[in-house]
Protein backbone atom coordinates (compact mmCIF):
# COMPACT_ATOMS: atom_id res chain seq x y z
CA UNK A 1 0.00 0.00 0.00
CA UNK A 2 2.82 2.64 1.00
CA UNK A 3 5.25 1.94 -2.04
CA UNK A 4 2.86 0.29 -4.84
CA UNK A 5 1.79 3.78 -6.28
CA UNK A 6 4.06 5.74 -5.25
CA UNK A 7 1.58 7.93 -3.03
CA UNK A 8 2.46 9.25 0.53
CA UNK A 9 0.22 11.14 3.17
CA UNK A 10 -2.24 10.76 6.09
CA UNK A 11 -4.79 9.06 3.88
CA UNK A 12 -2.16 6.06 2.87
CA UNK A 13 -1.25 6.14 6.40
CA UNK A 14 -4.67 6.10 7.68
CA UNK A 15 -5.59 3.10 5.59
CA UNK A 16 -2.35 1.20 6.35
CA UNK A 17 -3.16 1.85 10.06
CA UNK A 18 -6.55 0.78 10.38
CA UNK A 19 -5.24 -2.69 8.48
CA UNK A 20 -2.51 -3.28 10.76
CA UNK A 21 -4.85 -2.80 14.11
CA UNK A 22 -7.55 -4.85 12.47
CA UNK A 23 -4.81 -7.79 11.88
CA UNK A 24 -3.46 -7.80 15.30
CA UNK A 25 -7.04 -7.65 16.91
CA UNK A 26 -7.42 -10.99 14.84
CA UNK A 27 -4.38 -12.52 15.79
CA UNK A 28 -4.70 -11.75 19.40
CA UNK A 29 -8.38 -13.49 18.94
CA UNK A 30 -6.98 -16.14 17.34
CA UNK A 31 -4.08 -16.76 19.76
CA UNK A 32 -6.38 -16.11 22.77
CA UNK A 33 -4.05 -13.28 23.90
CA UNK A 34 -3.92 -9.74 23.92
CA UNK A 35 -1.68 -7.80 21.77
CA UNK A 36 0.32 -5.91 24.01
CA UNK A 37 1.07 -9.92 24.73
CA UNK A 38 2.07 -10.64 21.37
CA UNK A 39 3.66 -7.55 21.23
CA UNK A 40 6.39 -8.72 24.03
CA UNK A 41 4.57 -8.35 27.41
CA UNK A 42 3.92 -5.88 29.85
CA UNK A 43 6.23 -2.76 30.90
CA UNK A 44 3.95 -1.30 33.18
CA UNK A 45 0.57 -1.89 35.30
CA UNK A 46 -1.58 1.11 33.92
CA UNK A 47 -1.13 3.47 30.97
CA UNK A 48 -0.40 7.12 32.84
CA UNK A 49 -3.51 9.39 30.76
CA UNK A 50 -3.04 12.96 29.82
CA UNK A 51 -6.49 15.22 30.24
CA UNK A 52 -6.81 17.50 26.90
CA UNK A 53 -8.22 20.47 28.31
CA UNK A 54 -10.99 22.35 26.81
CA UNK A 55 -10.58 25.55 25.27
CA UNK A 56 -12.33 28.82 26.92
CA UNK A 57 -11.59 31.91 28.58
CA UNK A 58 -8.82 32.03 31.08
CA UNK A 59 -10.80 31.08 34.31
CA UNK A 60 -13.06 28.30 32.37
CA UNK A 61 -9.49 27.16 31.23
CA UNK A 62 -7.98 26.90 34.89
CA UNK A 63 -11.14 25.66 36.17
CA UNK A 64 -10.94 22.67 34.10
CA UNK A 65 -7.22 22.13 34.85
CA UNK A 66 -8.19 22.27 39.05
CA UNK A 67 -11.09 19.32 38.11
CA UNK A 68 -8.94 17.17 35.91
CA UNK A 69 -6.82 17.00 39.42
CA UNK A 70 -9.42 16.78 41.65
CA UNK A 71 -10.18 13.52 39.44
CA UNK A 72 -6.93 12.21 40.00
CA UNK A 73 -5.13 13.30 36.87
CA UNK A 74 -1.10 13.87 36.91
CA UNK A 75 -1.15 15.49 33.54
CA UNK A 76 -3.01 17.99 32.13
CA UNK A 77 -2.37 19.55 28.28
CA UNK A 78 -3.21 22.97 27.61
CA UNK A 79 -4.47 23.90 24.14
CA UNK A 80 -2.36 27.30 24.66
CA UNK A 81 -2.97 29.26 21.31
CA UNK A 82 -7.22 29.84 20.34
CA UNK A 83 -8.88 31.31 17.20
CA UNK A 84 -8.83 34.86 19.07
CA UNK A 85 -5.18 34.94 19.46
CA UNK A 86 -4.75 35.19 15.52
CA UNK A 87 -5.96 38.73 15.31
CA UNK A 88 -3.97 40.07 18.13
CA UNK A 89 -0.95 42.02 17.91
CA UNK A 90 2.64 40.41 18.97
CA UNK A 91 2.43 41.65 22.48
CA UNK A 92 -1.08 41.44 23.25
CA UNK A 93 -0.87 37.62 21.71
CA UNK A 94 2.18 36.83 23.91
CA UNK A 95 0.54 38.75 26.71
CA UNK A 96 -2.35 36.88 26.79
CA UNK A 97 -0.49 33.37 25.94
CA UNK A 98 1.55 33.98 28.99
CA UNK A 99 -1.18 34.90 31.41
CA UNK A 100 -2.94 31.56 30.38
CA UNK A 101 -0.08 29.35 31.20
CA UNK A 102 0.31 31.15 34.63
CA UNK A 103 -3.12 30.43 35.32
CA UNK A 104 -3.35 26.74 34.72
CA UNK A 105 0.19 26.51 36.60
CA UNK A 106 -1.98 28.40 39.94
CA UNK A 107 -4.42 26.09 39.36
CA UNK A 108 -2.81 22.75 39.63
CA UNK A 109 0.28 23.53 41.49
CA UNK A 110 3.62 21.72 40.66
CA UNK A 111 2.84 18.74 41.27
CA UNK A 112 1.16 17.77 38.30
CA UNK A 113 2.24 17.89 34.24
CA UNK A 114 1.28 20.56 32.15
CA UNK A 115 2.37 20.20 28.44
CA UNK A 116 1.64 23.12 26.23
CA UNK A 117 0.51 23.12 22.47
CA UNK A 118 0.52 25.13 20.15
CA UNK A 119 -1.02 23.70 17.42
CA UNK A 120 1.23 25.11 14.73
CA UNK A 121 0.20 28.45 14.74
CA UNK A 122 3.24 30.21 15.24
CA UNK A 123 6.64 31.31 13.02
CA UNK A 124 9.85 30.43 14.78
CA UNK A 125 10.35 33.81 16.43
CA UNK A 126 7.54 34.55 18.33
CA UNK A 127 7.32 30.72 19.27
CA UNK A 128 11.41 31.42 20.60
CA UNK A 129 9.45 34.52 22.53
CA UNK A 130 6.84 32.70 24.05
CA UNK A 131 8.84 29.65 24.58
CA UNK A 132 10.99 31.67 27.16
CA UNK A 133 8.45 34.04 28.59
CA UNK A 134 6.97 30.50 30.23
CA UNK A 135 9.94 28.92 30.88
CA UNK A 136 9.28 30.04 34.34
CA UNK A 137 6.51 27.62 34.79
CA UNK A 138 7.84 24.54 33.75
CA UNK A 139 5.96 23.16 31.09
CA UNK A 140 6.03 19.50 30.45
CA UNK A 141 6.75 20.06 26.87
CA UNK A 142 6.06 22.99 24.22
CA UNK A 143 4.10 21.39 21.29
CA UNK A 144 4.42 21.97 17.69
CA UNK A 145 4.99 25.68 17.60
CA UNK A 146 5.33 25.84 13.85
CA UNK A 147 4.15 23.73 11.10
CA UNK A 148 5.80 20.26 10.43
CA UNK A 149 6.91 21.63 7.12
CA UNK A 150 10.36 22.48 8.26
CA UNK A 151 13.03 20.60 10.20
CA UNK A 152 15.20 23.36 10.47
CA UNK A 153 12.75 25.47 11.28
CA UNK A 154 11.32 23.27 13.91
CA UNK A 155 15.50 23.17 15.42
CA UNK A 156 15.49 26.64 15.30
CA UNK A 157 12.61 27.25 17.97
CA UNK A 158 14.35 24.18 19.67
CA UNK A 159 17.75 25.38 19.77
CA UNK A 160 16.80 28.98 21.61
CA UNK A 161 14.42 26.99 24.52
CA UNK A 162 15.19 25.07 27.98
CA UNK A 163 11.78 23.65 27.58
CA UNK A 164 11.53 19.84 26.12
CA UNK A 165 9.93 20.08 22.90
CA UNK A 166 7.15 17.80 21.24
CA UNK A 167 6.29 16.88 17.98
CA UNK A 168 4.95 14.37 15.63
CA UNK A 169 0.72 13.57 15.16
CA UNK A 170 1.23 15.10 11.46
CA UNK A 171 4.63 13.06 10.98
CA UNK A 172 3.96 9.35 9.65
CA UNK A 173 6.56 7.14 8.63
CA UNK A 174 9.83 5.58 10.60
CA UNK A 175 11.99 8.17 8.21
CA UNK A 176 9.94 11.17 9.39
CA UNK A 177 10.24 10.66 12.97
CA UNK A 178 14.20 9.56 12.33
CA UNK A 179 15.19 13.25 11.34
CA UNK A 180 12.79 15.06 13.62
CA UNK A 181 14.69 13.15 16.47
CA UNK A 182 18.24 13.74 15.12
CA UNK A 183 17.96 17.05 13.81
CA UNK A 184 14.92 18.94 14.88
CA UNK A 185 15.24 19.05 18.23
CA UNK A 186 12.67 16.82 19.85
CA UNK A 187 12.27 15.12 22.88
CA UNK A 188 8.97 14.11 23.47
CA UNK A 189 8.43 11.57 20.11
CA UNK A 190 4.24 12.09 19.50
CA UNK A 191 3.04 9.48 17.10
CA UNK A 192 -0.50 8.39 16.20
CA UNK A 193 -1.44 4.87 15.84
CA UNK A 194 -4.16 5.85 13.42
CA UNK A 195 -2.35 7.22 10.80
CA UNK A 196 1.14 6.41 11.71
CA UNK A 197 1.23 2.87 10.35
CA UNK A 198 -0.26 0.97 13.68
CA UNK A 199 0.97 -1.28 15.68
CA UNK A 200 3.55 -2.71 13.33
CA UNK A 201 5.07 1.14 12.37
CA UNK A 202 4.44 2.65 15.59
CA UNK A 203 6.60 0.28 17.88
CA UNK A 204 9.45 0.99 15.50
CA UNK A 205 8.98 5.06 15.88
CA UNK A 206 9.25 4.39 20.05
CA UNK A 207 12.36 2.03 19.21
CA UNK A 208 14.00 4.66 17.02
CA UNK A 209 13.31 7.21 19.58
CA UNK A 210 14.39 5.15 23.15
CA UNK A 211 17.81 4.72 21.01
CA UNK A 212 17.80 8.20 21.65
CA UNK A 213 16.48 8.61 25.12
CA UNK A 214 13.60 10.26 24.28
CA UNK A 215 10.10 9.79 25.59
CA UNK A 216 6.96 8.79 23.92
CA UNK A 217 3.29 10.58 24.05
CA UNK A 218 1.41 9.60 21.36
CA UNK A 219 -1.59 11.64 19.84
CA UNK A 220 -4.83 10.17 20.15
CA UNK A 221 -7.82 12.94 20.18
CA UNK A 222 -10.55 13.60 18.90
CA UNK A 223 -9.44 9.67 17.35
CA UNK A 224 -11.56 7.90 19.60
CA UNK A 225 -12.60 4.71 22.31
CA UNK A 226 -10.87 1.92 18.97
CA UNK A 227 -7.60 4.45 19.33
CA UNK A 228 -7.55 4.55 23.01
CA UNK A 229 -7.51 0.87 22.99
CA UNK A 230 -5.08 0.23 20.64
CA UNK A 231 -2.78 3.22 22.06
CA UNK A 232 -3.19 2.00 26.22
CA UNK A 233 -1.65 -2.12 23.88
CA UNK A 234 1.07 -0.06 22.55
CA UNK A 235 2.12 1.99 25.60
CA UNK A 236 1.20 -1.63 27.93
CA UNK A 237 4.67 -2.80 26.48
CA UNK A 238 6.76 -0.22 25.27
CA UNK A 239 9.29 1.07 27.85
CA UNK A 240 9.76 4.59 27.47
CA UNK A 241 5.70 5.35 26.98
CA UNK A 242 5.26 8.55 29.64
CA UNK A 243 1.66 9.30 29.35
CA UNK A 244 -1.15 8.90 26.62
CA UNK A 245 -3.09 12.11 25.24
CA UNK A 246 -6.92 11.58 26.71
CA UNK A 247 -10.15 12.81 26.62
CA UNK A 248 -13.51 11.41 28.94
CA UNK A 249 -14.94 8.53 26.62
CA UNK A 250 -17.77 7.80 29.01
CA UNK A 251 -20.41 9.76 26.73
CA UNK A 252 -21.97 9.43 23.39
CA UNK A 253 -20.15 9.13 20.53
CA UNK A 254 -17.38 7.60 22.19
CA UNK A 255 -19.47 5.47 24.55
CA UNK A 256 -21.66 4.23 21.29
CA UNK A 257 -19.12 3.23 18.96
CA UNK A 258 -17.87 -0.03 20.69
CA UNK A 259 -19.67 -2.06 23.77
CA UNK A 260 -16.93 -1.31 26.32
CA UNK A 261 -14.56 1.62 26.27
CA UNK A 262 -11.25 0.73 27.68
CA UNK A 263 -11.68 1.57 31.98
CA UNK A 264 -10.16 4.64 33.33
CA UNK A 265 -9.22 4.86 37.19
CA UNK A 266 -8.44 8.11 38.74
CA UNK A 267 -6.01 9.04 35.39
CA UNK A 268 -4.68 5.93 34.50
CA UNK A 269 -5.62 3.60 31.44
CA UNK A 270 -6.40 0.27 32.69
CA UNK A 271 -4.65 -2.41 30.31
CA UNK A 272 -7.08 -5.32 29.49
CA UNK A 273 -6.44 -9.10 29.90
CA UNK A 274 -8.77 -9.82 27.43
CA UNK A 275 -7.78 -11.30 23.62
CA UNK A 276 -6.94 -8.56 21.06
CA UNK A 277 -6.79 -4.86 21.24
CA UNK A 278 -9.70 -4.76 24.30
CA UNK A 279 -12.69 -3.35 22.47
CA UNK A 280 -15.13 -4.84 20.65
CA UNK A 281 -17.13 -2.45 17.89
CA UNK A 282 -20.92 -1.77 18.04
CA UNK A 283 -22.59 -1.43 14.76
CA UNK A 284 -25.65 -0.01 16.12
CA UNK A 285 -23.92 2.46 18.11
CA UNK A 286 -21.66 3.29 15.02
CA UNK A 287 -25.13 3.65 12.93
CA UNK A 288 -26.05 6.61 14.84
CA UNK A 289 -23.39 8.49 14.07
CA UNK A 290 -22.90 8.64 10.02
CA UNK A 291 -20.07 10.57 9.03
CA UNK A 292 -20.83 13.95 7.93
CA UNK A 293 -18.47 16.46 5.64
CA UNK A 294 -16.80 19.25 7.83
CA UNK A 295 -16.35 22.67 7.05
CA UNK A 296 -12.75 23.27 6.04
CA UNK A 297 -11.04 26.56 7.36
CA UNK A 298 -9.95 27.57 10.75
CA UNK A 299 -8.85 31.25 12.55
CA UNK A 300 -8.33 34.41 9.94
CA UNK A 301 -6.06 37.37 10.69
CA UNK A 302 -8.10 40.86 10.98
CA UNK A 303 -7.10 41.52 7.29
CA UNK A 304 -9.09 38.10 6.23
CA UNK A 305 -5.64 36.10 5.55
CA UNK A 306 -5.82 32.53 6.92
CA UNK A 307 -3.87 32.52 9.75
CA UNK A 308 -1.10 29.55 10.46
CA UNK A 309 -1.94 25.90 11.68
Not at 62 to 80: E, I, P, R
Amino acid sequence: MYRAKSMRGGAIGGGISAIDQALWDIKGKYFEAPVWQLLGGKARDAVRAMLVLPTGTLEEVANAAAAAKADGFTAVKCLLYQHEHAPMRHSERIQDLVDRTAAVRDAVGWDMDVGIEIHRNMIPGEAIVLAQEIEKFRPYFFEDPVAPDSILSFGEVSEKTRIPMAAGERNLTIWEFREYIEAAGVHHVRPDIGVAGGFTHCKKICAIAESHHQGIIPHAVPSGPVATAAHVQLGACVPNYEVQEHVYEENSPYSDVVKEIIKLDSGWLQIPEVPGIGVELDEDGIAKHPYTFGPIGGALRDDGSVALR
